[in-house]
């Protein structure tokens, strides 16, 4: 009977490592092929830095940023209603995911080009002197190529493929883009880099076709009934909203920067700005494996304790991953930024500035996804227009005095205190809503 016994005990905990470790591997996987990409990413900023310097690069850093921060913008939030709704519609089969999803490219392409009108007018004003040029007319094509690949990679994750969704909505294009870069960025300036960035996006929103899923065989674009784009819109507002707040609180303050600083500061700037959004990508790509379990936890009886049991596990594996190269860029700054050229080590500060704000912001946790699965996108709302607001008001006092670095910290100021706030008010009303009588 005691072998017996021992024999039982001795196969749970078999069993139990096993499923922590299926469960690790399910976690970190996709998080790896992000992890991947986003070391691809990095490396064709560095051959882009050290080709053109701090000079030469700054127009594409700047377009770049913009493109990439408007994405989320330009998507309208329809990659997250794909990732809801195409479970569900998978059942009735793939010719109706198929449709879904062509629809949603279309509506995501009108808003692009509506979007990228207003950064041709942009780019027109601030060109010294003030002009139209060719390269203009990219910008609404990256924008709604970067948006339909959002949706694309979204929709591959709601069919149980997240690293599929990470290959075709991330790695895909920046690999493309870094292997054009190494190739000809010594013969081209920045509008030329811009069109291989352009050309990476859109070859990997058509490539779609191609994904081990018979759902992306249908027709990349479709045009949606006049219901369905209301219903769409409708869902996708609050989405947008919260992108769009998040989105301006980074690029108005980047655009004055733009205005009053010499090309080389904003280089060095965007540089720092995009190592620290490599870290933002990863976290977010753990923390996105938690997602589904923060929804389904935040619809128990008594939410709180399981939605932080999660919460806590999602702050626990995302600093495991990531503290070690924190770490060392906010201890040798000058030497992660030497990577990109001696000159552009003036962006130490700015770096272990950005560094340490995001250390914090791992810390605290998935607060924005919090507020999301637990159906407080009002606030989310909210909380984005007070943080352009204070955002750029901070930034119109500090830019002028400190320059780039009054940018970090105007920036760091409202991302902190939006998420201490959205954290506080997410603990009250779970708290308000486990306060449930248990029946004796």
């Not at 997240?162 to 895909?172: E, R, S, T």
């Not at 995009?274 to 935040?298: K, N, Q, Y």
């Not at 995001?358 to 159906?375: A, E, I």
């Not at 939006?418 to 779970?430: D, K, Q, R, S, W």
């Given at each position: 009977?005691?072998?017996?016994?021992?024999?039982?005990?001795?196969?749970?905990?078999r069993l139990?490592?096993?499923g922590a470790?299926s469960?690790?591997?399910?976690?970190?996987?996709?998080?790896?092929?992000?992890?991947?990409g986003a070391?691809?990413q990095?490396l064709?900023?560095?051959?882009?830095?050290?080709t053109l310097?701090?000079?030469?690069?700054?127009?594409?850093?700047?377009?770049?940023?913009?493109?990439?921060t408007?994405?989320?913008?330009?998507s309208?939030?329809?990659?997250?209603?794909?990732?809801?709704?195409?479970?569900?519609?998978?059942?009735?089969?793939p010719?109706?995911v198929?449709?879904?999803?062509a629809?949603l490219?279309?509506?995501?392409?009108?808003l692009?080009?509506?979007?990228?009108?207003?950064?041709?007018?942009?780019?027109?004003a601030?060109?010294?002197?003030?002009g139209?040029?060719?390269?203009?007319?990219?910008?609404p094509?990256?924008?709604a190529?970067?948006a339909?690949t959002?949706?694309?990679g979204?929709?591959?994750k709601?069919?149980?493929?997240?690293?599929?969704g990470?290959v075709f909505g991330?790695?895909?294009p920046?690999s493309?883009?870094?292997?054009?870069?190494?190739?000809f960025s010594?013969?081209?300036s920045?509008?030329?880099?811009?069109t291989?960035?352009?050309?990476?996006?859109l070859?990997?929103a058509?490539?779609?076709r191609?994904?081990?899923?018979?759902?992306?065989?249908?027709?990349?674009?479709a045009?949606p009934?006049?219901?369905?784009v209301?219903?769409?819109?409708?869902e996708g507002?609050s989405?947008c909203?919260?992108?769009v707040?998040?989105?301006?609180?980074?690029?108005?303050?980047?655009?004055?920067l733009?205005?009053?600083s010499?090309?080389?500061e904003?280089?060095?700037?965007?540089?720092?700005?995009?190592?620290s959004?490599?870290?933002?990508?990863l976290?977010?790509a753990?923390?996105?494996?938690?997602?589904?379990a923060?929804?389904?936890s935040?619809?128990?009886?008594?939410?709180f304790?399981?939605?932080?049991?999660?919460?806590?596990?999602?702050?626990?594996?995302?600093l495991?991953?990531l503290?070690?190269?924190?770490g060392?860029?906010i201890?040798f700054?000058?030497?992660?930024?030497?990577?990109?050229?001696?000159?552009?080590?003036?962006?130490?500060?700015a770096?272990?500035?950005?560094?340490?704000?995001?250390l914090?912001?791992?810390?605290?946790g998935?607060?924005l996804?919090?507020l999301?699965?637990?159906?407080h996108t009002?606030?989310?709302?909210?909380?984005?227009?007070?943080?352009?607001?204070?955002?750029?008001?901070?930034?119109?006092?500090?830019?002028?005095?400190?320059?780039?670095?009054?940018?970090?910290?105007?920036?760091?100021?409202?991302?902190?205190?939006e998420e201490v706030?959205?954290?506080?008010?997410a603990?009250?009303?779970?708290k308000k809503?486990?306060?449930?009588?248990?029946?004796?």
């Amino acid at each position: 009977m005691k072998i017996d016994s021992t024999l039982t005990k001795v196969g749970s905990l078999r069993l139990f490592a096993l499923g922590a470790w299926s469960e690790l591997w399910r976690v970190l996987l996709p998080s790896s092929v992000r992890m991947s990409g986003a070391g691809i990413q990095f490396l064709s900023t560095v051959i882009i830095a050290r080709t053109l310097g701090e000079g030469g690069s700054a127009g594409f850093f700047f377009w770049s940023s913009v493109l990439m921060t408007s994405g989320p913008i330009a998507s309208y939030g329809l990659e997250q209603i794909a990732l809801r709704n195409v479970p569900r519609l998978h059942r009735q089969g793939p010719e109706v995911v198929g449709r879904f999803l062509a629809s949603l490219r279309c509506v995501s392409l009108s808003l692009s080009f509506l979007i990228g009108i207003g950064l041709i007018g942009y780019a027109i004003a601030s060109e010294k002197p003030p002009g139209f040029h060719a390269w203009h007319l990219l910008l609404p094509v990256a924008l709604a190529s970067i948006a339909i690949t959002l949706i694309n990679g979204e929709a591959l994750k709601g069919l149980a493929r997240p690293v599929a969704g990470v290959v075709f909505g991330h790695l895909i294009p920046v690999s493309l883009f870094c292997l054009l870069t190494a190739i000809f960025s010594r013969h081209l300036s920045s509008p030329g880099l811009l069109t291989l960035y352009t050309a990476s996006y859109l070859t990997a929103a058509i490539i779609v076709r191609f994904a081990p899923v018979p759902d992306f065989r249908e027709r990349l674009l479709a045009l949606p009934k006049w219901e369905s784009v209301r219903t769409v819109l409708r869902e996708g507002f609050s989405v947008c909203c919260v992108n769009v707040f998040g989105a301006l609180a980074f690029i108005l303050p980047l655009a004055y920067l733009e205005f009053t600083s010499p090309p080389a500061e904003v280089a060095y700037i965007t540089t720092a700005f995009r190592i620290s959004i490599l870290f933002f990508v990863l976290s977010h790509a753990i923390h996105g494996v938690f997602a589904p379990a923060l929804s389904t936890s935040a619809d128990m009886p008594n939410p709180f304790r399981p939605v932080f049991r999660v919460y806590f596990k999602a702050i626990a594996i995302t600093l495991a991953a990531l503290i070690l190269p924190l770490g060392f860029g906010i201890a040798f700054p000058e030497v992660v930024m030497s990577i990109f050229g001696n000159s552009f080590k003036n962006g130490a500060d700015a770096l272990r500035l950005l560094l340490i704000l995001q250390l914090v912001t791992v810390c605290l946790g998935p607060v924005l996804q919090l507020l999301l699965m637990t159906g407080h996108t009002v606030l989310m709302a909210r909380l984005g227009v007070l943080k352009i607001i204070f955002g750029v008001a901070l930034s119109l006092i500090l830019i002028p005095r400190f320059g780039g670095v009054g940018m970090v910290v105007a920036l760091g100021v409202t991302s902190i205190a939006e998420e201490v706030f959205g954290l506080g008010y997410a603990v009250v009303m779970l708290k308000k809503s486990s306060l449930v009588v248990e029946p004796s």
